[in-house]
């Protein structure tokens, strides 16, 4: 059984048990929350789609927060002595999905 959920404004397809990085969450670590913007939820061949939502929801774990990996951001302009270095780290909360509620 997998779901399509929405998140940060990104799609992710999941499973439960499984572990991911989402957009950062305001939540506590060791919280349960509650992702109801579900898409799709298929078991074996009954696939559920929604328009654009399901009334099922996904339950997570909030494993961890952290920050990903540095990003370089570098801007030049030849011949106009012009470069300009920036860098940055996007936060991220780690998830861990304990169940699947296809409504």
Known sequence: M???????GKQYRVSE??????EKIDAEEGASIEL????????GDDVKVGTPYLSG???????????GRKVNIIKFKRRKHH???QGHRQQYTELEITGINAG
Do not use: E, P, W
């Open 57 to 67: 929801s996904v339950t997570a774990t909030v494993k961890s927060h952290g920050k």
């Open 83 to 85: 470069l300009k270095r």
């Open 2 to 8: 997998y779901a399509v959920i929405q998140t940060g």
């Open 36 to 43: 109801d913007k579900v898409l799709l939820v298929a078991d």
């Open 17 to 22: 048990g499984m572990t991911l990085k989402v």
